[in-house]
């Protein structure tokens, strides 16, 4: 059973939709959850970063963390054609040696 | 403050040459990490490192690969004999506490 799962898509919408994004993970010990966007032939961008449980918003963006699902999500309100990428989740333990990431989402937003 | 500085940015080596690929990462952060990136593949750790030390080699190839960061100057991953196999994208991360990870554009081998 791999660290971190993630449904690799593709996921088309339409301009302005509301997107979810999730991830599950069989680590109980994970404690830090990120959410990195990478465009094509670029470097993964960190968009979003949560400490244990909870919902944080940022702009149009809203992650949510479950650990007693072991369950996030990455929420994207209003979306844009700039927003087409690979969404690539990924947590880490405290003191961990490393990241452990999904597999990523492509999507798409069709103007 | 800039963000992490990987070099170069393409590569282009034979089989059997060496290859070296540098990483700076970001002002205060003292903690590195490599991973590598295959085509429709997620990213795959290779090494943690600190300050002239390594951490967690668990995800690197016994043979041929290698990683420092010294004291001063960037950390280098090192790629020895290359093999058409090794041609990917490598990632280089820093990050201040272990919490959250901050990555370079990444350095893309191709070797022919």
């Known amino acids: 059973q791999k660290e971190v799962e993630q449904d690799p898509g593709p996921l088309s919408v339409p301009e302005g939709a509301i997107v979810s994004l999730n991830c599950t993970y069989s680590n109980s010990a994970f404690q830090y959850f990120m959410w990195y966007r990478q465009y094509s032939r670029k470097g993964p961008e960190l968009l979003m970063y949560?400490?244990?449980?909870g919902n944080k918003e940022d702009g149009r963006f809203t992650a949510q963390v479950d650990k007693s699902s072991k369950y996030i999500s990455l929420f994207i309100r209003d979306s844009q054609p700039s927003d087409s990428a690979t969404y690539l989740c990924?947590?880490?333990?405290?003191?961990?040696?490393?990241?452990?990431f999904g597999t990523g989402t492509s999507l798409t937003v069709i103007p | 403050n800039a963000g992490v500085m990987q070099n170069p940015r393409h590569l282009v080596r034979r089989r059997g040459q060496e290859a070296r690929l540098r990483c700076s990462p970001m002002k205060g952060h003292s903690h590195v990490y490599w991973y590598r990136q295959l085509p429709e593949e997620g990213l795959k750790f290779m090494v943690y490192l600190q300050k002239e030390n390594i951490i967690d080699e668990s995800g690197m190839p016994k043979e041929r690969f290698s990683a420092e960061f010294p004291k001063e100057g960037p950390s280098i991953l090192r790629i020895q004999q290359v093999v058409r196999g090794d041609s990917a994208a490598y990632f280089c991360?820093?990050?201040?506490?272990?919490?959250?990870?901050?990555f370079g554009q990444g350095t893309r081998l191709t070797v022919v």
């Open positions: 990924a947590m880490s333990q405290n003191t961990g040696n490393q990241f452990y």
């Open positions: 991360a820093s990050s201040p506490n272990q919490e959250r990870a901050f």
């Open positions: 949560t400490y244990s449980s």
